[in-house]
């Protein structure tokens, strides 16, 4: 199993500012995975970062707007930019050390 | 590629009663599928698993599924529902195998649980 501390559990932001939300693993992994939920809606994968590469992005997100970063195996930073009130989501961390995922708490973005 | 489709987004029972959460699943290798719950304000919880072997999986809270392959479904049962069991539900399938395979979740149902 593995225990994902991330962080802040919400904020509440304004518009054309940058959120930078932190992802915490208590064990090494190789990947990490970035997902949005949008309001009433499921979840959908943004990027994968792995340590010491750049992330690998899904149709429809870019570098420019979600730039991550993955210093070691247990840490990641997904960072999203330049808000718009469509960016209010929640944002969850994920690892998958074995055969099931697991997910941090998320962060609850409200763009205002 | 893989997809899934739960069939109802909202599901409500009385306390003590059945709950049958849907799932259909398109892949075309034999899958993983999962199920997860979330409750208010938190994030995902693994409910149970398949991958190979025995179909009928348990998991935590009385919650079980069955892996069908010729009906391609998985759905999730619980004999008598509790209030604590309201929550979204969300079932997921990826390609059996290596970690860095896709994870593909459906839309959720969120489950009312009535006094």
């Known amino acids: 199993s593995a225990v994902i501390s991330q962080k802040p559990s919400r904020d509440i932001c304004q518009r054309g500012t940058s959120l930078t939300i932190q992802c915490q693993v208590d064990s090494q992994v190789t990947m990490m995975f970035w997902y949005r939920q949008q309001p009433g809606q499921s979840l959908t994968l943004i990027a994968t970062?792995?340590?010491?590469?750049?992330?690998?992005?899904e149709s429809g997100f870019v570098i420019d707007k979600f730039p991550i970063s993955r210093p070691n195996l247990t840490f990641s930073t997904l960072t999203v930019s330049n808000m718009s009130p469509e960016d209010s989501s929640i944002y969850l961390c994920?690892?998958?050390?074995?055969?099931?995922?697991?997910f941090g708490q998320g962060t609850r973005l409200t763009v205002v | 590629a893989q997809s899934v489709t739960q069939l109802g987004s909202h599901v409500s029972v009385s306390e003590g009663a059945l709950v049958l959460l849907r799932c259909n699943y398109s892949s075309s290798v034999p899958p993983y599928l999962f199920w997860y719950v979330q409750y208010p304000n938190q994030g995902l919880q693994l409910l149970l698993k398949y991958t190979t072997g025995a179909t009928l999986v348990k998991g935590i809270n009385g919650f079980e599924a069955e892996f069908k392959k010729s009906e391609t479904s998985f759905h999730l049962t619980k004999p008598s529902a509790h209030m604590s069991d309201a929550a979204e539900y969300f079932c997921a399938v990826r390609i059996s195998g290596g970690s860095n395979y896709k994870l593909t979740f459906g839309k959720g149902t969120l489950l009312t649980v009535n006094p």
């Open positions: 970062a792995n340590q010491g590469s750049e992330a690998t992005y």
């Open positions: 994920s690892v998958r050390p074995g055969v099931e995922a697991f």
